[in-house]
T-cell receptor, first 113, second 113 residues
């Protein structure tokens, strides 16, 4: 079956702009989690959605938001981009979100200039 | 989630077994040990998880000590493609409202020809 698909793979934005990233989970998976990876901070949890509801949120400012659609696809949005938002953004899907393994996508590489 | 300690780096010869240790001395009774790896520029990949019994799958074996305070991931015949950062994560596997993986620094395993 198809894996987790993230689009776009690469993105360059200017400071102050906003950006929307997309994640299509594995068919049948209802949980989608988002992570940010930077060289300095490593992999950090952003938030998790299950059946269109945000169930958990990491320690990120309100500029980072997300949503999940009825087909389980998820988007995350970052407003008023800062240079420090440059990172690899990864999403992971799982069936129930708490008892099964997570499968990660390839990520979206965001560069803020 | 309980904290884990892993060596920052390890080397292994191709074709030999790679044994990656992880200390999790504060693990509680309902927490599982998960292992993931991240090959350069890719999303993390689930390897294996376990509670207290040793586990084996097509990728690796997981040996958990009887007191559950440490574990070892074993790649029986390491290949160059196994070069990656390996993350040991300890977390509950219970039903509930949150799903979150807390990644530490991991161990960079370099498999040498």
């Amino acid at each position: 079956k198809a894996g987790v698909t993230q689009t776009p793979r690469y993105l360059i934005k200017t400071r102050g702009q906003q950006v929307t990233l997309s994640c299509s989970p594995i068919s049948g998976h209802r949980s989608v989690s988002w992570y940010q990876q930077t060289p300095g901070q490593g992999l950090q949890f952003l938030f998790e959605y299950f059946s269109e509801t945000q169930r958990n949120k990491g320690n990120f400012p309100g500029r980072f938001s997300g949503r999940q659609f009825s087909n389980s696809r998820s988007e995350m949005n970052v407003s008023t981009l800062e240079l420090g938002d440059s990172a690899l953004y990864l999403c992971a899907s799982s069936q129930r979100g708490d008892t099964t393994e997570a499968f990660f996508g390839q990520g979206t590489r965001l560069t803020v200039v | 989630d309980a904290k884990t300690t892993q060596p920052p780096s390890m080397d292994c010869a191709e074709g030999r077994a790679a044994n990656l240790p992880c200390n999790h001395s504060t693990i509680s009774g309902n927490e599982y040990v998960y292992w993931y790896r991240q090959i350069h520029s890719q999303g993390p990949q689930y390897i294996i998880h376990g509670l207290k019994n040793n586990e084996t799958n097509e990728m690796a074996s997981l040996i958990i000590t009887e007191d559950r305070k440490s574990s070892t991931l074993i790649l029986p015949h390491a290949t160059l493609r196994d070069t990656a950062v390996y993350y040991c994560i300890v977390r509950p596997n219970s039903g509930g409202s949150n799903y979150k993986l807390t990644f530490g620094k991991g161990t960079l395993l370099t498999v040498n020809p």
